[in-house]
Nanobody, 126 residues
């Protein structure tokens, strides 16, 4: 049974930092892109960042709203993806979800052959 378990959320002041982790288990994730999405209260879930199977920093994609502030990385030996969040803003407040999907970062937001975590809450106070 595939499980994705997020951790690292919490309450932080504006300008602060948090590091989210998502540990995946239950199968081999070779060829899977890994990514983060978020959902703020009364808003739709939105893409944040994704990283390809290679784990290279050149095989990443970010939402415009987080470029230059967030950094995604992964450790394939641990089946874990990370999201380093710096210079946090109140508008970053949301539940952050981890997603893995077979394929490239370009298709991380599509349906099928994917798994979701249950989310971790990030609250940024002003």
């Amino acid at each position: 049974q595939v499980q994705l378990v997020e951790s690292g959320g919490g309450l932080v002041q504006a300008g602060g930092s948090l590091r989210l982790s998502c540990a995946a288990s239950g199968r081999t994730f070779s060829g899977y892109a890994m990514g983060w999405f978020r959902q703020a209260p009364e808003k739709e879930r939105e893409f944040v960042a994704a990283i390809g199977w290679s784990g290279s920093s050149t095989d990443t994609n970010y939402a415009d709203s987080v470029k230059g502030r967030f950094t995604i990385s992964r450790d394939n030996a641990k089946n874990t993806v990370y999201l380093q969040m710096d210079s946090l803003k109140p508008e970053d407040t949301a539940v952050y979800y981890c997603k893995v999907r077979l394929g490239t970062i370009a298709t991380i937001d599509r349906l099928g052959m994917h798994y979701w975590g249950k989310g971790t809450l990030v609250t940024v106070s002003s």
